[in-house]
């Protein structure tokens, strides 16, 4: 076993201090409900008096996006209408007047969130935004539509716990939900209790540190269910970005039907790690395939992990996972020995689809 690295060791790696965004989300989610109150949503006629909006849609992309999974599994059943989010340049065609339609995008400037503006302003549904500014920012204001403004300074990953707020805050303001904000204060506590058992110093003893440790070379496949789902894409999401890994990820029972076939050419095809998020708001016979599923491809793989969420309520829950996935990823960083922060080749990507035009 490696050495686990303290702070110092971290910074070598990690000259751009991302595990100190990991570390401030609980300050994050706190700070999140603030910067909604102030946004004042409820002196928008539009969004607090009209009593028959039929669906949440929450448009965005990468760790913009997350926070819409994140909110509506943190509901679950308490949803009293429809939530889902929208990844790409159209909403549903089955959207109408009647939704509410969040734009959230941290630069404010992600061309797919700003063609969902446009849709929903064509389509005459009800719009917030959440950004730090730029040109859905500069059109929000000009629109005379809600901007709950965020902090500068984060990668938008790091911004999860800012979108995952703004997409439970508005959920209760269009009516769609309850309002969770003593969970999401229960979660403030929660979490940072779990930052002295898995941060930096913690050493060995940390989860996250023992599982960066079987994961580190190979590739990981995360495995939600029910409210674990958006945690698992949120794992998969984090290793790709600041570990610089191939990572999956999958929904039991779903897996079950076709997935755990291929786990038999494992071995041919390379070390793969699965993990599978578990919580106490699982269906029983969901637990029992976790299980099952577990024993059933553990033979072929290089690992395998039943993770716990851990928490009194769904909110403190899924930051939990949420939390440890997020550690996890910049811990097989430090073990691989890059760094965390840059995203070369989506940059790349961005630049030449600029070049391209609209």
């Known amino acids: 076993m490696r050495p686990v690295p303290g702070l110092k060791e971290l910074a070598r790696v990690d000259p751009?201090?991302?595990?100190?965004?990991?570390?401030?989300?609980?300050?994050?989610?706190?700070?999140?409900?603030?910067?909604?109150?102030?946004?004042?949503?409820?002196?928008y006629p539009a969004l607090?008096?009209?009593?028959?909006?039929?669906?949440?849609?929450?448009?965005?992309?990468g760790g913009s996006a997350v926070g819409g999974d994140l909110a509506a599994a943190a509901l679950g059943d308490r949803l009293t209408r429809p939530m889902a989010t929208v990844r790409g340049y159209q909403l549903p065609s089955w959207a109408t007047p009647e939704f509410v339609v969040l734009c959230s995008s941290y630069s404010g400037g992600t061309e797919e969130t700003l063609a969902c503006y446009d849709a929903a302003s064509a389509l005459g549904a009800t719009r917030v935004t959440a950004t730090t500014g730029g040109k859905l920012a500069e059109l929000a204001r000009q629109d005379g539509v809600p901007v709950i403004g965020l902090p500068s300074g984060l990668q938008p990953r790091a911004a999860v716990a800012y979108m995952t707020v703004c997409a439970l805050e508005v959920a209760a303001a269009a009516g769609a939900a309850e309002r969770v904000?003593?969970?999401?204060?229960?979660?403030?506590?929660?979490?940072?209790?779990?930052?002295?058992?898995?941060g930096p110093p913690a050493g060995e003893e940390s989860l996250a540190?023992?599982?960066?440790?079987?994961?580190?070379?190979?590739?990981?496949c995360i495995y939600g269910a029910g409210p674990t789902t958006a945690a698992a894409y949120r794992w998969k999401c984090q290793i790709n970005e600041n570990s610089k890994l191939p990572a999956f990820s999958a929904e039991l029972p779903e897996a079950d039907h076709n997935e755990i076939v291929?786990?038999?050419?494992?071995?041919?095809?390379?070390?793969?790690?699965?993990?599978?998020?578990?919580?106490?708001?699982?269906?029983?016979?969901?637990?029992?395939?976790?299980?099952?599923?577990?024993?059933?491809?553990?033979?072929?793989?290089?690992?395998t992990l039943i993770v716990e969420s851990?928490?009194?309520?769904?909110?403190?829950?899924?930051?939990?996972?949420?939390?440890?996935?997020?550690?996890?990823?910049?811990?097989?960083?430090?073990?691989?020995?890059?760094d965390p922060?840059?995203?070369?080749?989506?940059?790349?990507?961005?630049?030449?689809?600029?070049?391209?035009?609209?």
């Open 16 to 43: 751009s201090k991302q595990i100190d965004d990991v570390l401030a989300l609980p300050d994050h989610l706190q700070d999140a409900l603030w910067r909604v109150e102030t946004a004042g949503l409820d002196k």
């Open 48 to 61: 607090s008096e009209q009593q028959d909006h039929r669906a949440l849609l929450v448009c965005g992309m």
């Open 181 to 198: 904000r003593t969970e999401i204060d229960a979660a403030v506590a929660h979490v940072k209790e779990l930052a002295g058992e898995w």
């Open 209 to 220: 540190w023992q599982i960066a440790e079987q994961t580190q070379d190979a590739c990981v």
């Open 262 to 303: 291929g786990w038999e050419g494992a071995p041919v095809a390379g070390k793969f790690v699965a993990v599978f998020l578990a919580d106490s708001d699982q269906h029983p016979r969901t637990r029992r395939r976790i299980e099952l599923t577990r024993e059933l491809i553990e033979p072929q793989a290089a690992a």
């Open 310 to 338: 851990r928490g009194d309520n769904p909110v403190a829950r899924l930051m939990s996972l949420v939390f440890l996935g997020d550690l996890v990823s910049i811990y097989i960083a430090a073990l691989r020995g890059v």
């Open 341 to 358: 922060q840059p995203v070369t080749v989506i940059d790349r990507l961005k630049e030449a689809l600029a070049k391209d035009g609209p």
